[in-house]
């Protein structure tokens, strides 16, 4: 599960939407922030994060803390830092993560909110 979540950061952090969606299950679900209405299926996954990736110029997804994992389950601390025009934003974020038997996430919940949003330049 930790190797899993590192590589879902580093193919964020690569641009690389393929790489993330090929982590989910099929059946995977997203909530994303976890109050958003949730994304159902890998495909609808892989959308979502296009999507986010086609807004951004660029987006490097950091592991700022231990990846806690037990059963099935992981939590990691990350920070999001985004560049839009000539705006740096960065916005820190505790991702849980669920697993089935094959290693594939099954269902992510993501705690940030935009008051969470920062600009650093």
């Not at 989910?24 to 979502?48: C, E, K, M, Y």
């Not at 999001?80 to 594939?104: H, K, P, W, Y």
Request: a negative charge; aromatic letters at 8%; proline letters at 3%.
């Amino acid at each position: 599960m930790t190797d899993t979540v590192r590589r879902y950061a580093a193919a964020h952090s690569a641009g690389d939407v393929d790489a993330v969606a090929a982590l989910f299950a099929d059946d995977a679900v997203l909530l994303d922030p976890v109050d958003a209405p949730a994304h159902h299926g890998r495909d609808a996954v892989r959308t979502f994060f296009a999507g986010t990736h086609e807004m951004l110029d660029s987006m490097e997804l950091l592991v700022t803390g231990p990846v806690r994992a037990v059963g099935e389950w992981a939590a990691v601390p990350l920070q999001a830092r985004s560049q839009l025009g000539g705006s740096v934003m960065e916005v820190d974020i505790i991702d849980v993560f669920t697993f089935n038997d094959d290693g594939l996430i099954t269902e992510m919940r993501a705690y940030w909110s935009s008051a969470d949003i920062r600009t650093v330049s």
